[in-house]
DNA sequence: GTGGTCTAGACCACT
DNA sequence: GTGGTCTAGACCACC
C-alpha cells in the first residue's frame, strides 16, 4: 500500500483565499462591494488578523480586490477579473475531478461518457 | 486566539475506505488479493487498530473485500461488483465537480463547453 | 509651498526585493544560484526573518526564485524572466527620471536633448 | 533585533534645498519672489530653525536666492543663473539614471534604445 | 539545517 | 476606525 497521506495540511490563508474567491465568482460579494475589516473577518473566523491581511493582499496582487487606506477593503470592479477567475476556477474543478479519475485508470472516452450521464440525469432532475 | 477547523472532518475511517476502494478501483489490489493485516494497516495509517476494523467491515457489507477466519481478508473476486464500484466512484467525483460548480452558478451548458475544453487540451497534450 | 514630505517610508521588504532584484540582473546572483538563508539574511539585514520571508515569498510569485523545501531558496534559472525583468526596471529607472523632469517643466525635446549630452560626455569619458 | 537604514541618510538640510531648488526650477517660486520665513518654513517641515537657515545661506552662497537684511529673503532675478540651475539638475537627473542603469550592466546603447522607446510611448500616450 | 505558517502584540499614517 | 508593516517567538515538515 501507499504512503499514509490524510489531507487538510492546507495553510489556512489559502482556505481563506478560495472561500473568498468563491464568494465573488457566485456573485456572493459583488463586484465594488466591502468587505469586512480584517479585524472583523479575524473574529469571525478565529484567526490571527496576520492570516487574515496575508490572504487579502494575496487576492489584492491577484486584482480580486483592491484596498483604500483608511476606508477598507473592495471587490474589484473590473467585471472581466471577474469572468476570467470564474473560469480558470471551473476549468481547475473539472481538470482535478479528470485527473482524479485517469488516476484510477479511466480514460478519455470513458470520462466523457460519464460526463454525459451526469448531466443527462441533472436536466431530467430539473425537469420534474 | 483558537484555531478554526476548515474542512478535514471526514472521519478517518471513511477516508481509509475511500484509499482502499480506489486501489480496488485502479487495479493497485487485484480480485483475490490478500490485503496487509489490520495490525499492519494501523502502523501503516498510523490509526488505532480499531479504526482499521471498523473501516474493513464496511467494505465488508459492501462486498468488497471478504474474510476468512484464519487466514486474514482478500479483496472481492467478483469483478461485476468492482466495475460497478468503479462506475459509481466515476459518477460520484464528476458529481461532485458539477454540483460544485452549479454551487458557483454554472449551468450544464457552461460546464458542458469548459469540460469539452479540458478534454481537448487533454487529448492535444498527449499528441506531443 | 508644498507639503513636507521626506523619503524612506518605503517598506524595508520592499527596499530588499529590489536590493535582490538589482543583484539578479547585474549578474551578482547568477541563475540557479543559491540564495542565502531566511536566518542568515536576516542576520546580514539585521531584520526579523518574517520580514525576509515576505520579500522572498514575493519575489517568488514574480517566478524570480523559486524554493526546495528543505535544501534553501535559488534565483531562476529562466534567463527570460531575468531579461524581462532587466527591462523593465531599465524602463521604469528611465520613465521616472523623465517624470521627474516634466514635473520640473521640462518638455520632450529638452529632455532628449540633455539626454544626447550626457551619453556623448559618457563616451568621451570611456575613450580616455 | 535592531532597524537596519537602509537608504535615507541624505541630511534633511540638503533634501530641503532640492526642493527650493524644485520650486524655483518648476516656477512655483518666480524670480525676485519673497521666500516665507525662516520660522514659518520651520514650522512647515517641521524642523528646527537652524536647519532651514543651513538650507537658505547655502542657496544664497549659490547665488540663487538673496537676502535683504530687514525684509527678508527672496528668489534671485537673475534667470541665466536660475536657466543654468535647470540645465545643471536636469543632466543630474539623466546622469543619475544613467548611471544606475550602468551599475546594472547597461551599456550605452541599451540606454539609449530604452529610452527611445519611453519616450515614443509618451508620444504616443499624449495622441490619445 | 531548510522553508513555511501562525500567533500575539505593537506602532504607524490616514480620516 | 481603516489597512500596512514589523518584531518576537513558536511550531511544523522535510532530509
Known amino acids: ?32 462591494q466591502q468587505l469586512d475589516s480584517v ?3 479575524a473574529a469571525k473566523f478565529e484567526v490571527n488578523p496576520n492570516t487574515i491581511q496575508r490572504a487579502l493582499s494575496e487576492l ?15 471587490v ?5 477579473m471577474i469572468k476570467v477567475l470564474r473560469h480558470k476556477m471551473a476549468v481547475s474543478e473539472i481538470k482535478n475531478a479528470v485527473e482524479r479519475l485517469k488516476l484510477l485508470g479511466f480514460d478519455s472516452d470513458e470520462i466523457e461518457q460519464i460526463f454525459r450521464e451526469s448531466l443527462e440525469e441533472d436536466i431530467s432532475k430539473s425537469d420534474h
Chains 1, 2, 3, 4 share one sequence.
Open 1 to 32: 500500500m501507499m504512503k499514509y497521506e490524510f489531507d487538510n495540511n492546507v495553510p489556512i490563508y489559502l482556505q481563506i483565499i478560495e472561500e473568498i474567491k468563491n464568494k465573488i465568482v457566485a456573485g456572493v460579494l459583488a463586484p465594488g
Open 76 to 80: 474589484t470592479e473590473d467585471t472581466r
Open 60 to 74: 489584492e496582487q491577484q486584482h480580486l480586490v483592491y484596498s483604500q487606506r483608511t476606508r477598507g477593503r473592495f
Open 39 to 41: 479585524r472583523a473577518m
